[in-house]
């Protein structure tokens, strides 16, 4: 069963950075693309960030020039390093494929605020 893993959420303050990480457990599968998510409180679920198994990424406009998105296939897993973050950054983030093909985890949590 696939299972999805989000870490490295928190309380930060406006301008500072986090990052997000994760795991994808129980597939054994190369995944072309894997993405970021995230869902603020009344908000639908929006797409981040994608990234393919050959480097290519892509993003939201509102996050690009602060949000890089990088993975590493060995150890199945994808990151989100965010920088210079919003308050309108806060939300839950979540990671799956690109398509989404497997059900969602947890997520982490992010908040932004002085």
């Known amino acids: 069963q696939v299972q999805l893993v989000e870490s490295g959420g928190g309380l930060v303050q406006p301008g500072g950075s986090l990052r997000l990480s994760c795991v994808v457990s129980g597939y054994r599968f190369k995944i072309n693309s894997m993405g970021w998510y995230r869902q603020a409180p009344g908000n639908q679920r929006e797409f981040v960030a994608v990234?393919?198994?050959?480097?290519?990424?892509n993003y939201t406009d509102s996050v690009k020039g602060r949000f890089t998105i990088s993975r590493d296939n060995a150890k199945n897993t994808v990151y989100l390093q965010m920088n210079s973050l919003k308050p309108e950054d806060t939300a839950v983030y979540y990671c799956?494929?690109?398509?989404?093909?497997?059900?969602w985890g947890q997520g982490t949590q992010v908040t932004v605020s002085s």
């Open positions: 799956n494929t690109s398509p989404i093909r497997f059900p």
């Open positions: 990234a393919t198994i050959g480097g290519s990424t």
